[in-house]
C-alpha cells in the first residue's frame, strides 16, 4: 500500500513546519559541515542532542522496523524528512557510520540479538559508531588490512592498529575489518567483520590533527584487546563481502540508510553570495569577466552533476557506458568540491589570506576550512587517482 | 538566486524510438570508409542516403503535422542529430531543420504552407546567418532595400551548395526580415568554402543585386525572437551532434589503447593516457546531460530562460570536450595519429569546425554570465 | 610590437655569494621543525635568528652605503628571500626591506637619514598600502588631514606587532603622502590577524585619530611613483619567497613518492603522480627565471616598464605554481597529507596567502594584458 | 685567435645586407615551416636553390673545414648567420638531417673518405639525407630497432622496414639504425649505424600522408637491399651509441652543425597580429578580457621558454635540478607550440573552420594546418607522455 501523493504532500508540510520550528540557532562556534569534523565536545554535545531531537519527532530511521526505533513507513517518507533537512539548512545527524553504514547492514543480516542491541542506540545517537577499515600502510588498499582477529575459546583477541577513525574518541563501537586467517589464498578471503566494542581494555584512540588544525578523526590501536566472540558479523572469510556491502547503503534510504542530513551542501550560489562586497579592481568581484567565466565554468560542472544524477534512471541516456555516471560521481563531485572552494578563497582578494579565528574573514573562515577539509574525499575512500583507475577499467575496459 | 536552476531531464518514447532507429541506421549506412568517400565529393553526402533518411520522417521530425511532420519538435531531432554525429555522417539534416525552424517560427501561414512541405520531402533548406565570423556581433550587415533588392553578402553558409532555398537575415530599415532565396537565385553567386572538417560543406554567398519576391520575404514581430530561438536551437543540435562525435571519438581512443602495445605493455595501462580518457568520458557525458536537459526543455513557444541556459551550456559543453577528445586522439594514436589514414583526424577537424559554429564555449559562457550572474 | 621583449638575465658574484651564505643560514638555523616552534608563538620568529640576519648585513643589501646598507639594490635580495622561502623561514625581512625602500625613494634626504639606519641595524619595519581586500582599487581612503591627525585604518599590515616603525600611504587633499608611525603611537590599535598561513603575522590597524609629526609625512611628487615601484618590487620579493618555498614544496613531493609503496609499487612510479609533478617542476622553474630576470631589471631608479612587466610576470607565475604544488602536496600525501603534521600543510597555507599578497595571479596577468597589448 | 667585436659586428651587417637583398620573393605556395613539412617538388626545388644559394654566399656550413665546403671560420660567425636569417624571416635551410645530424657526425669521427664523399653535398643541398630510426612497432622505443642488417662478403643485406622517414622519398642518403646482432644480451649493443644510399635495389619508399593532408614523411622498406659494408659507421654494435651521438648536435653550430634556419619561428606575437580585423562580440577580439588573459599566459609561456634558454648556463640557477631546464625544453616548447596554435585557430571566430585551400582563410590557413603539424613535435623523438616519463626519472629521481 503505497502513500498517495496527497498523504505525502502533507507530510513534506509537516516536516517543514518541524524544522523550522526546530532548527536550532546558531551555537556561536563553526558547525562540523560533515561528521568528519566533529572535533571538540561541545560540537559533539551540539549534534547528539539534535540528532535525537529529530529522531524523536519521528524523522529519523523512518523505514527501519518499529520494534528497534524506527518508523516502519516507506523510504519515500525519508527521503522527502532528508530534502526538508537540506532545505531548511538544518545541522547534519552526524552519526553517519551507524545510520548508513552499521544499521543497514544489521538491518539486512543481523540477528535479531544484534538487532535489538544495537539500532535503537544509533538512532537516538546514544550510541556513537565509528569505522575501521583503513590502516596506515595500506590507505588505498583495503583488501590488504593486517590488524589481526585471533579466536581464543568464546573471545577474539585483536592487536593492530586502524587509521582515520571518525569520531573514534567519541564512539562506542566500531564496525570493524580484521584478518582471521593470514594464510587464506586471496587476501580478501582472510577477513572477517566484527561489531567491536571501543571501551575494552586493549583498545586506544589517538586523535589525529588535521591540516585544518581541528580534530575529527583518530588512529585506533588495539594491544591484545579482547572482545566477545559474538562480535563476528557473519562468519569468519566473509569479512571483505560484508564490508563491500555496507559500502552499498550510503545511496539513502532506499537502499536501507537509516537517513538524516550527513553532510552541508555547498554550492556555488553559497559561493556567489559569500562574495557579496569583495571588490577588484574598485568594482565587484562578480563584475569582473574573468571571474565571471569562471563561476560559469562552476555552475556548468555543478549543475551537470545533478544532471547526470537524473539522468542515471534513464536507460536509453545511459546505454554507452554503463556504470559511468555512478562510478565516476566521488571522483567528480569530490574534485568539483576541491576546485571551487579553492576558487572561493581566490576570489576574496586579500582577505582569502584570513583564518577561522578572525572575526573579519569572510564567513568566519568558513571557506578556506573547507577547502581544506575537500581532501577528506579527493583523498578518502580510494584517492581521486584511484577512483579514475577504477572508471578507466570498469567503464572503458582500459588495462589494469 | 538559483544558480543551477532548472534541472528538469525526461526522455519520451518518442525520443527512444529515434534514437534507436538513427544508431541503427548510421551504424549500418555510415561506417567510417563511407565517410571517407564522401571526403572529396562536392556535396559531402550521398544523396540517395539523405532521401532514405528524409523517408525515415527525419526531415520531418520537428515540424508540425500540418505541413507533413511528426510534430515532434527541435527536441526529438536530437537523438538523431547525436547518432549521426557518432557516425560523422555528413547531411543537410541540421541546416535543413534549423531553416524549416526559421519559417516555422516567423512565417506566414502562406509561406509555412507553402515552403514547408518540400522540405520534409527530402528538399533542402539552409540559412544565412553571419555576415563575418562574430557570432556575438549586433545587427546585420545584409540590406534588404525598398526594391526588394539584397546589397551585402554571408559567410560560411552550410550545404549552400545543394539547398533548393537559403534563409538570410537581413536589415529593412533597421528591422530584421528573413528572405528565402531559391537555389536558381543564387546561380554564379556561391563561393565555395574549404573547411577543416572535410565532411561538411559550405560558402559564402554575394547577395548583392538580388531581387527577392515579396511572398519571399518573411517580417513582423516575431523574426527577431525566430532568429533568437534558432540560433539557440542551431548550438543545441551542434552539441547534440558533437556529443555524438565525442563518444565516437572515445571509442577510436579506447580501442586503440587497448590494442597498441609500447614498451611491452597495452598503452591503456598507462595512467598519462588513462586517466585524460576518463576525462573525455566524463566531459562528454556531462555534454550530453546538458544537451538532453535542453531537449526536455524546447517546446514549440519561444524558448523561455531556462531554454536557454541549457542550450548555451550544452553547446559550451560539447565544444570544449570535443576539441579536448580531438587533439588527445591524434596525441594518444602517436605516429599512426598524425597520419591522414588515421580516424582521430576526422574528430580532430569535427572539434575545430564545431567550436566555431554557432558560437564557441566562451561566446556562450560569456552570455550565460549575465544570464546567470546578473 | 615585441611582446617577449626584454629576456635579460644575469647574475652577479655578489648575488651569487648571498645565495650561497642565504642558503646554507636558513638550511642550518631553519629546519622545518624550527619552522614549526615558531607557528604559535605570538610574533612568528625567532628574534635572535632575526639579529643574526642583521648582522650578516641582509636588511641593508637593498640600501645605499650612506645610510650603512651594502648598495646593492632590491635585486639582490632576492636570493636571500628566495632562500628564505625554501626554508620556511619567517621574519620582517621583507616587509622591513619594501617600507625602508618607500622611504628611500620618496624621501627627503633627512628622513633617509633619520630613518633608514636603524633598520639596517636589526630595526623592524613594515608598510601599510591596503585599505581593503583589493590589490587593483584605485585612491586611498585613509586620509591626512591639514591638522597631520589620521581618519581611516588599513587591512593585513605584516610584522605590525613588531614593527618599530610603519609606513601607510594615505591621501592629504587628493594627493598620496606617506606617513611614518612609531610603535607607541599605535598602541592599541592593532587588530591581529589570523592569518591561514600560520609562519606569518599581520594586523589590521585603526589609525583614526593619530598625530603624524611633520618630520614623519613624506610628500611631493616622488611618492606616487615609490609607491607604484615598492608594489611591484613587493610582488618581485613574495615571488622570489614563493619560488623558494615552491621548491621545498616540490622536495618534500619527491621525497615522498621516492619512499611510499601502494598496492606493492613506490607511488612515485605512477603517472598520476610523476607527470603533475614535472609540471611543478617546470612552474617552478619558470617562476626562477622570471624572478631572476625581474631582478636584473631593478635599478635604483624608477621601475621601467620591462621591470614592471617582469614583476607581475614572476608573481603571476609564482602564485599560480605555489598554488598547485601546495594542493597537490596534500592530496600526493593521500591520508599522511590530510594530518597537520604533514609539511604539506605548511605549503598549501603558504601558497594561499601567496596568492593575495600584492595581487593575485589574474590580476597581474590583467595588468600585464595593458602593458603588452595595448 | 678569437674574432673581434669590430669583425663580428662588421660580418653581421653584411648577412643581414645579403640577406634582404636575396630574400626569395612568395612563390605563392604556402613554403614548410619545418623540413618535416616538404610535401611536393614544387617546394623541394624552391628550398633546395635557396640552400644552394646560402650555402654559395658562404653562410652554411661556415665552421666546417674548408676542404669539405665549409667555411673555416669560428662556430660564432655561423650563428650569427642563423640570427640573421631568422630576423629577415627567410626560408629554412631543409637539408636538416645532413646539416644537424649526418654532418656533424661525419665531421667528428668519419674517415677522410666519408668526408670527402658527403660533406660538400650536404651543405650544397645536392645530396638530401634523410634518417632510419623509428620503425612502425616500436615508435617511441629506438632501441628495439629490428630491421636487420646482415654482413655477407663487403656487403650487408638489409631487411626490415623505418617509418616517419623524413623526405625519404626524396634522399639519396639515410643515417640508418640496424640491427646485425639479434642475439646480443643487452639489446642496444645488437645495433649498427650505416651511411646507407637510397638509390639501390630493395629500398622502397612509399609516401605517408598527414593529418594535415599533405605529405612530408615516407615509409622506407628495405628487402634484401644490399649495401656496401664500408656504409657501416664504427663498427658493428656501436649503432646505439653512434646514433645517441648524432642526437646532440642539433643544439648548433657550437655543437659541430652546419647551420641555416632549420624551422620558421612562430610567436605569439605571429598570431596576434595575425588576429587583426577579427572581432569578437562586435570589438576587436584582442579586447576581450578573456582573450586578452589567454594571451598573457601564452605570451609568458613563451618569453619563459626564452629565459630558460638564458638561465641554463648560470650555474648558481641551476644546481638544484641539474638538467631540469635543457630536459624539459623539447616537452615544453613542443607542448606550447600544440596549445598555441590551438589557441590561435578558436581565436579566429567562424574562420577558424576554414583550412588551405580557402582563398579567405587568415594567412591561407596557416594557422590550422600548424595546429596539426605541431603534433609532430609532440609525437616525434618520444611523445609528451614519455619526456615527462624522463624528466621525472632524470631529474627528479622518481622511479621508473
New interface residues.
Given amino acids: 500500500m503505497s502513500a498517495t501523493e496527497a498523504e505525502l504532500a502533507e507530510f513534506r508540510s509537516d516536516v517543514s513546519a518541524w524544522m523550522a520550528d526546530n532548527k536550532p540557532a546558531d551555537p556561536g562556534f563553526l558547525l562540523p559541515q560533515t561528521f568528519m569534523e566533529v572535533g571538540d565536545e561541545r560540537q559533539l554535545e551540539f549534534l547528539r542532542e539534535w540528532q535525537h531531537k529529530v529522531w524523536s519527532a519521528g524523522y529519523l530511521g523512518m523505514a527501519w522496523p518499529k520494534e528497534y526505533g524506527g518508523g516502519g513507513v516507506e523510504p519515500v517518507f525519508q527521503n522527502i524528512a532528508d530534502q526538508e533537512m537540506r532545505r531548511h539548512d538544518v545541522p547534519i545527524c552526524f552519526n553517519v557510520i551507524g545510520l548508513g553504514w552499521a544499521g543497514p547492514l544489521i538491518n539486512d543480516i543481523g540477528t535479531e540479538q544484534e538487532k535489538s542491541k544495537y539500532l535503537k542506540g544509533i538512532l537516538s545517537a546514544e550510541d556513537i559508531w565509528c569505522q575501521g577499515f583503513s590502516e596506515p600502510e595500506h590507505g588505498s588498499d583495503l583488501g590488504n588490512a593486517q590488524t589481526r582477529a585471533v579466536r581464543d575459546g568464546d573471545e577474539y583477541v585483536l592487536n593492530g592498529q586502524k587509521i582515520w577513525t571518525t569520531m573514534g574518541n567519541f564512539a562506542k563501537y566500531m564496525i570493524l575489518l580484521a584478518r582471521t586467517n593470514p594464510e587464506a589464498q586471496r587476501k580478501y578471503d582472510g577477513l572477517s567483520f566484527f561489531l567491536s566494542p571501543m571501551d575494552v581494555p586493549g583498545v586506544e584512540t589517538r586523535p589525529i590533527r588535521k591540516i585544518t588544525g581541528e580534530y575529527g578523526f583518530t588512529e585506533t590501536f588495539f594491544t591484545d584487546a579482547r572482545i566477545p566472540a559474538d562480535c563476528l558479523m557473519g562468519e569468519e572469510g566473509q569479512g571483505w563481502s560484508i564490508a563491500m556491502q555496507t559500502l552499498q547503503y550510503e545511496r539513502g534510504a532506499e537502499a536501507g540508510a537509516a537517513g538524516g542530513l550527513a553532510m552541508v551542501r555547498v554550492t556555488v550560489e553559497d559561493m556567489v553570495e559569500g562574495l557579496e562586497g569583495v571588490e577588484r579592481d574598485g568594482a565587484p568581484v562578480l563584475e569582473d569577466p574573468l571571474v565571471r567565466d569562471q563561476l560559469v565554468q562552476a555552475i556548468m560542472d555543478e549543475k551537470a552533476l545533478v544532471l547526470s544524477v537524473r539522468r542515471t534512471g534513464i536507460a536509453h541516456l545511459t546505454s554507452d557506458y554503463p556504470g559511468a555516471l555512478p562510478l565516476s560521481n566521488k571522483l567528480r563531485a569530490s574534485e568539483l568540491t576541491r576546485r571551487m572552494r579553492q576558487l572561493a578563497i581566490n576570489l576574496q582578494g586579500g582577505e582569502g589570506a584570513l583564518y577561522v579565528g578572525d572575526d573579519t574573514a569572510r564567513q568566519g573562515g568558513f571557506w578556506q576550512r573547507a577547502y581544506f577539509n575537500s581532501f577528506s574525499a579527493t583523498i578518502g575512500g580510494g584517492t581521486s587517482q584511484i577512483q579514475a583507475n577504477i572508471v578507466a577499467e570498469h567503464v572503458l575496459g582500459l588495462p589494469k | 538566486?538559483?544558480?543551477?536552476?532548472n534541472?528538469?531531464?525526461a526522455?519520451s518514447e518518442e525520443?527512444?524510438m529515434l534514437?534507436?532507429v538513427a544508431r541503427e541506421f548510421c551504424r549500418d549506412k555510415s561506417p567510417i570508409a563511407a565517410v571517407r568517400d564522401q571526403l572529396e565529393t562536392d556535396t559531402g553526402f550521398d544523396a540517395a542516403l539523405w532521401q532514405e533518411m528524409a523517408g525515415l520522417g527525419w526531415s520531418g521530425i520537428a515540424l508540425p503535422e500540418s505541413v507533413g511532420g511528426s510534430g515532434l519538435g527541435v527536441g526529438a531531432l536530437v537523438?538523431v542529430v547525436e547518432a549521426m554525429g557518432r557516425a560523422m555522417l555528413g547531411t543537410p539534416l541540421i541546416n535543413t531543420a534549423l531553416a524549416a525552424q526559421l519559417i516555422l517560427r516567423s512565417g506566414s501561414s502562406g509561406q509555412v504552407e507553402r515552403l514547408l512541405p518540400p522540405l520534409v520531402e527530402g528538399g533542402i533548406a539552409t540559412l544565412a546567418l553571419?555576415d563575418?565570423?562574430?557570432?556575438?556581433?549586433?545587427?546585420l550587415a545584409l540590406r534588404l532595400g525598398e526594391d526588394a533588392v539584397l546589397t551585402g553578402s554571408k559567410?560560411?553558409v552550410g550545404d549552400a551548395g545543394v539547398a533548393d532555398i537559403v534563409v538570410a537575415s537581413a536589415s529593412r530599415g533597421g528591422d530584421a526580415v528573413l528572405v528565402v532565396l531559391e537555389a536558381e537565385q543564387l546561380a554564379g553567386r556561391l563561393?565555395p568554402?574549404?573547411?577543416?572538417?572535410q565532411t561538411r560543406r559550405?560558402a559564402?554567398i554575394d547577395f548583392t543585386g538580388v531581387q527577392v519576391e515579396a511572398a519571399n520575404i518573411i517580417a513582423g514581430d516575431r523574426v527577431a525572437a525566430a532568429l533568437r530561438d534558432v540560433r539557440l536551437c542551431g548550438a543545441l543540435l551542434v552539441a547534440a551532434e558533437a556529443t555524438g562525435s565525442a563518444?565516437a571519438c572515445?571509442d577510436t581512443i579506447?580501442e586503440y589503447?587497448?590494442t597498441r602495445k609500447?614498451?611491452g605493455?597495452?598503452i591503456?595501462?598507462?595512467?598519462?593516457?588513462?586517466?585524460p580518457?576518463?576525462d573525455i568520458?566524463?566531459g562528454m557525458?556531462?555534454a550530453?546531460?546538458?544537451v538532453?536537459?535542453a531537449a526536455t526543455l524546447l517546446g514549440e513557444d519561444n524558448l523561455d530562460r531556462d531554454a536557454e541556459v541549457a542550450c548555451r551550456?550544452a553547446k559550451?559543453?560539447a565544444s570544449a570536450i570535443l576539441?579536448y577528445a580531438g587533439?588527445r586522439a591524434?596525441?594518444f594514436h602517436?605516429?599512426m595519429?598524425?597520419?591522414?589514414?588515421?580516424d582521430?583526424?576526422l574528430y580532430?577537424r569535427r572539434a575545430?569546425?564545431t567550436?566555431?559554429?554557432f558560437g564557441?564555449a566562451?561566446?556562450h559562457?560569456?552570455r550565460?554570465?549575465a544570464l546567470?550572474?546578473d
Same sequence: chains 1, 4.
Fill in positions: 538566486m538559483n544558480l543551477v536552476g534541472t528538469d531531464l526522455f525520443q527512444a534514437m534507436d537523438p553571419l563575418n565570423g562574430d557570432w556575438g556581433a549586433d545587427g559567410r560560411f563561393r568554402n574549404t573547411l577543416i572538417d559550405a559564402d563518444a572515445l579506447v589503447l587497448k609500447q614498451f605493455k597495452l591503456g595501462s598507462y595512467q598519462a593516457l588513462k586517466h580518457t576518463v568520458l566524463t557525458e556531462d550530453r546531460s546538458f538532453y536537459h551550456m559550451a559543453q576539441s587533439d591524434v596525441q602517436g605516429g595519429g598524425f597520419t591522414y589514414e588515421c582521430a583526424q580532430i575545430q569546425w567550436q566555431q559554429a564557441d566562451q561566446h559562457r560569456k550565460l554570465a546567470l550572474l
